[in-house]
Each structure stands twice: as C-alpha cells, then as structure tokens.
C-alpha cells in the first residue's frame, strides 16, 4: 500500500519513497508502455471519427468549457489563494506558524507545471489532432532538443499537468501527519488529473502518455521541493523556523 503499511501510517521518508519515487516510475512505465504497445493510438483511435476527419469531443461545448475552462481556473484559483495565504500568513494567526509549510505547498504545486511547460518547447510530438493519421498534416516525430520553431507543442500534457498538481497536498498532509488530508490530496490529484486527461485525449489534444509523464512530473517535483522536510530524523529550517518565530521565548 502507498499510504499506509498493516495498519501503520509511514513515517515521512517511506510515504516520500513511495508516492515521490516509487508512484511516478509507475507512471512513467506506463508512458511508455501505452507509446510503445500502440495503447496510445487505440485509445485516440476510439474517440476519433475517421468519416468526418474530427473527434468525438470537439474544442467547443459544454464538456470543453467545463472540463477545460471553468476546471483549469479553478485549480489556478486554488493556488493563487494559496500563494496570497503564504504571502499574508504573518498576519494571519492561523497559519503564521505554517507559512513554511504553506510556502514549499506553493512552490510544488507550481514547478511540476512549468518543467512541463518548459519541455514543451524543445521537442517535436505534435498532437494527436495535428497528425496524419486523426485528419491533420505533420508526421509523427519524436525528436528532442529541437528549436521553437520545430517544437510540437504538445509533449507532456499542459492541463494534465494541471490537474495532477494536486498531488503536493498530500506531502503538505504527511509533513502535518494528517493521514486523512494526505489521502485526499492524493487521490483527489489523481482524479482531477486524470479526468483531464481522459478530456484531452477525447479532443485529440494529447496522447495517454503525454499525461502519464505529466503524472509523474508533477509527482518528481512534488518530491523535490518536499524533500527537506521529509529527510529521516530532521525537519526543514523553512518548518521548523516558522514553528520557532511563533512560540513564545
């Protein structure tokens, strides 16, 4: 089990080994597996209609202004409401003595999306929607450090990463010892990101593996940041010195 072990709660290096490490090489097995077996193209195939040269899901309807629109602002939202607690957490009482903590959740659930972003401009996958074989016109490639203007755009999903973002809430849960914010956190990324992504492999926005990588992205990079306050035996400065500045001398 990822969460928990007969019972037990992990201690934080064993649920950061499995959820930062052990999870995200699951996914990216799965990435590749879905490229390579032809998993990626079956399941664009499914939701592509070859007699009239489009997908299933258009760019346009409700399921794409509720799926895309209205679903990505809100978890934007959720972080920008984030970053304004961090930045106003010395006033705020509550969780003055958390802004730490508050701090390394911002920076996690941000850098998972913009390693995503970066890598998009330096390789060559084109979308499902762009290719040949769903109707578009460029041939698949797969090259990498290529320039802009060769860059496909669509290499590893953007809204995905998104959505798997969340996933950070579970490190802030364990940092915490609340098991039960670290396994909403967890699941509730999962979930969010993974209906975005069954969204835009609908619309022939992204393969499956785009996705699966922006899982395990967002997953390494969550990790990261966490890191320092999950070490075995220590806490980070950033925690424990915002505990410190709150307890009276």
Known sequence: MLLS???????????????????????????????DSGLDAAL?????DPAHHRFLVGTHGWIELLGHRIGKSVVLICWLLLLAAAIAAPRLPGIA???????TLVLAMALGPVVVTLLKD??????????????????????????RVEAGRCFPGGHAAGGFS?????????????????????????????????LQV????????????????????AALVFS????????????TNSVAAETPQ
């Not at 330096?122 to 490639?141: D, F, M, Q, R, V």
């Not at 364990?174 to 699941?187: D, E, F, I, N």
């Not at 320092?228 to 925690?239: E, F, I, N, V």
């Open 5 to 35: 072990d007969r019972g037990k709660w992990p201690p934080h290096s064993l649920f950061w080994f499995r959820v930062g490490v052990l999870l995200p090489l699951g996914l990216a097995a799965c990435a590749v597996l879905f490229r």
């Open 97 to 103: 003595r958390h802004r730490g903590l508050v701090w």
């Open 166 to 198: 969340i996933v950070a809430v579970a490190f802030a849960g364990a940092v915490l010892g609340r098991p039960g914010l670290c396994r909403a956190g967890l699941w509730l990324g999962l979930g969010v990101g993974t209906a975005f992504s069954i």
């Open 122 to 147: 330096i390789n060559s996958h084109a979308c499902p929607w762009s290719l040949k074989a769903y109707g578009g016109a460029a041939e698949y490639s797969a090259s990498w450090f290529v320039s």
């Open 228 to 239: 320092p306050l999950m070490a075995p035996g220590r806490a980070s400065p950033l925690y």
């Open 44 to 48: 664009s195939g499914y939701f592509y």
């Open 202 to 221: 609908a619309k022939g926005a992204h393969f499956m593996s785009h996705n699966l990588w922006s899982a395990a992205i967002d997953l390494w990079m």
